[in-house]
């Protein structure tokens, strides 16, 4: 794999990332507008790209018909994904950067080539299955174990759940989270729900009671109790 990373610029590398979570969503072939609009470029410099990357054999691509990864776009995807997710877990449990720093360093770091340092690095983080976002880090052969889509905003009045990840991991919204005082492993009960506007008051960790937005809520993954 190692040769075949070395085929691919940054660049290159980061429109797969981008087309594999794209195709995590819809689960069909991609348009060259919805990659412009994740990269924030234009459906040219997309189709520029996609047609390279084809050329490659990264993804497969015709006019009108959209965009989707081959085999090897995947695995590279999946590789570049478990790198991201890997050095962003040392970002946080071992040089304390706040769970709303992490991302951008580790879109830096993931381009780094070694994948015997991605294996050391998991082996010294005891082979960590999750993210500090509680998103799910690919294994070595690129399986990725996804969270039940249960939102705290689905669970009723009287339900109990512990918070196992966030929907949007915006510096906005992690740091509205810390001024909450939510996190992963937080405790919630769902005291009430009102259905003028979605939002629900909850108890968080048995003792803080507080209203939550529907915004929040439905970007909260959580698992019952």
Known sequence: ?????????????????????????????????????????????????VKRLAEKQFVNY???KGVTLTPLGTSTATGLIRKHRLWEVFLY??????????????????HIKSEQLTDKLEEYLSFPTHDPHGDPI???EGNIRYHEELMLSDLNVGEKCRVIGVKDSSTEFLQFLDKSNLKLGSNILVSEKYSYDGSVKIVLDKKDQQTL?????????????
């Open 138 to 140: 690919p294994d070595r």
């Open 93 to 110: 449990k071992e040089l304390k950067f706040n769970w709303d720093q992490v991302h951008e360093i580790a879109e830096q770091l993931e």
């Open 213 to 225: 937005s529907n915004l929040v809520s439905k970007n909260l993954y959580v698992v019952k109790k």
């Open 1 to 49: 794999m190692l040769y075949l990373y070395s085929m691919l610029s940054q660049t290159e590398e980061n429109y797969l990332k981008a087309i594999f979570k794209l195709e995590e969503k819809s689960k069909k072939n991609i348009s060259t507008n919805a990659i412009a609009g994740m990269l924030k470029t234009t459906a040219a410099s997309v189709t520029d790209m």
């Open 62 to 64: 015709k006019k009108y």
